[in-house]
């Protein structure tokens, strides 16, 4: 079995996605790391990573972004809703495939006192990594944040860290590194915007104030939405469920009189925790994982297996998948592009005239990104078919005849299928536009990327179809088909072109 150990690195920059891409770029420059998330809050100005690598590569791979961190971060001026106290705020590890919480305890302790001699910065353990019993929970380590800790460093004996300087790294600030559990990051946002019936309902749930064990929550205010938000981690799911949490906020909610309108998960989530928030509402009898079809597979070894092969099958000598079926694949990433502008958009306060006008882009994107996926198979189908009609015999007469008659239609059903490719792909293109004009104006270039996908989608395609008429003598069909490419070229590229120009005016 491959030792797996997960990092989730929170860093004090949720705003400038420039800044991000460095640190993690750092990261990803040991060959071993396989990034699993990244998430930004602008209000929380607060991002957090999510890798997983051998845990041989592990305190490498969070030095390096640790190093990236304190030199582009200054702690000096940054300003955020969430408690902080460093450039890299925290840095847990979870122990993972055959890799125990002790072996991880033994990196943490590396990390810390390289990070410590080397950068300078004072470093606190806690969790399962805690050196005394008042650090174990976070938010003890954390108090007072940047600015208290820089206070009383040098001569509080309690904020001694346990790894670099007694003296606070102005511009890096401090970082807590730990073991932990898998936590969930839960957020629930209420129909108000006093952040004071927020914090109640926060002091109602968090362990601190009498609430759950497994819960620390606090009350924010986002001033993007306009609304109260309910900022948690569960810490342990197994023992503080989704669903628990979820109820007592919507009871404490109703004494105010206010309602839970949304709520978001920030980063991964075990698969187990929604589960168990399905069990629950849907109060299913008996019910568990392996009746979750794509836990079946994965458990027989299939999971993902289309996905994880399919580069490797278009690499192969085998003429299936082809270009065909690669072209379908970009419209699904044109598609899929599409979809998480509308929801990088929806929710946002800026941008709720055109809220509903994006919720149906993001319906019709989705609709059109399952129909591609379905394309990518069709067309190798398509061609084997041809393939199959050519290796039918042809030693009489009448089976020559069959046989020209099956590759004709074959070949006729090869140039429909990267027909309708295109005609998908244009229609991925044209909800381009809209969310060019209207989507969140960060996400722009993920819109200009959408629609080089989308074009290029659709001139492959037509390569295949041009390909597939070539050979044939039925004018009236051939005719209908050069036509009909013809004028997916020319509205593609005016389309390609006018959202080219949209890009380029906001980018």
């Keep these: 079995m491959i030792r797996l150990v997960e ?44 890798f997983v690598c051998p845990p041989e590569d592990a305190v490498e791979a969070c030095f390096r972004g640790i190093k990236k961190a304190a030199e582009i971060i200054d702690m000096r001026t940054h300003k955020g809703e969430h408690p902080r106290m460093g450039a890299t705020d925290v840095c847990p590890f979870i122990p993972l495939a055959d890799f125990t919480e002790a072996e991880a305890v033994e990196l943490v302790h590396q990390l810390g006192k390289r990070v410590g001699q080397e950068l300078q910065i004072p470093i606190y353990l806690y969790e399962l990594a805690a050196t005394r019993p008042d650090r174990q929970n976070l938010a003890d380590v954390r108090k007072g944040e940047y600015e208290e800790i820089r206070d009383e460093i040098e001569n509080n004996p309690d904020r001694k860290p346990d790894y670099g300087p007694s003296k606070m790294n102005l511009k890096a600030g401090a970082t807590a590194i730990g073991v932990r559990f898998p936590l969930v990051a839960f957020n629930a946002y209420l129909d108000t915007d006093k952040v004071s019936i927020a914090r109640k309902i926060a002091n109602a749930i968090r362990f601190a104030k009498g609430g759950y064990r497994f819960v620390k929550a606090m009350g924010f205010s986002i001033k ?112 899929a592009l599409d979809s998480m502008v509308c929801r990088l958009t929806v929710g946002k306060k800026k941008y709720a ?23 990518i198979k069709k067309d190798g189908e398509a061609f084997d078919r041809v393939m199959t009609a050519r290796r039918l015999p042809k030693d009489t007469e009448e089976e020559i005849g069959k046989r020209v008659r099956e590759i004709i239609t074959a070949t006729k059903g090869a140039a429909l299928v990267p027909l309708e490719t295109a005609r998908l792909a244009l229609g991925v293109l044209e909800l381009t536009r809209e969310v060019a004009q209207k989507g969140n104006v960060n996400s722009i270039s993920d819109a200009g990327v959408a629609a080089l996908m989308a074009k290029a989608a659709i001139e492959g395609a037509i390569y295949n179809v041009k390909i597939n008429i070539g050979s044939l003598e039925d004018k009236e069909f051939v005719d209908r088909l050069r036509g009909e490419i013809a004028e997916l070229q020319k509205k593609s590229s005016s389309l390609a072109d006018e959202i080219r120009g949209i890009v380029e005016s906001k980018i």
């Design 224 to 335: 993007e939405r306009n609304q109260a938000q309910i900022s948690m981690n569960l810490v342990n799911y197994t023992q503080t469920p989704i669903f628990r949490v979820f109820e007592t906020i919507k009871s404490e909610a109703a004494r105010y009189g206010v309602n839970i309108t949304s709520s978001e998960i920030i980063g991964l989530v075990p698969q187990q925790a929604l589960l168990d928030a399905a069990e629950f509402y849907l109060r299913l009898e008996n019910f568990s994982a392996n009746q979750v079809l794509e836990e079946k597979m994965r458990r027989v070894g299939v999971s993902g297996q289309a996905a994880a092969n399919f580069y490797d099958e278009v690499a192969s000598k085998s003429p299936t998948p082809g270009g065909g079926s690669v072209a379908a694949s970009a419209g699904v990433l044109g598609a």
């Design 7 to 50: 990092c989730v690195p929170n860093f004090s920059e949720g705003r400038r996605k420039e800044v991000l891409d460095q640190i993690i770029g750092e990261i990803m420059s040991i060959p071993s790391v396989v990034l699993l998330d990244r998430e930004m809050d602008a209000d929380h100005n607060r991002a957090v990573v999510t």
């Design 353 to 375: 005239e055109v809220e509903k006008d994006l919720i149906i882009v993001r319906d019709k994107s989705e609709a059109l990104r399952a129909q591609l996926t379905d394309m």
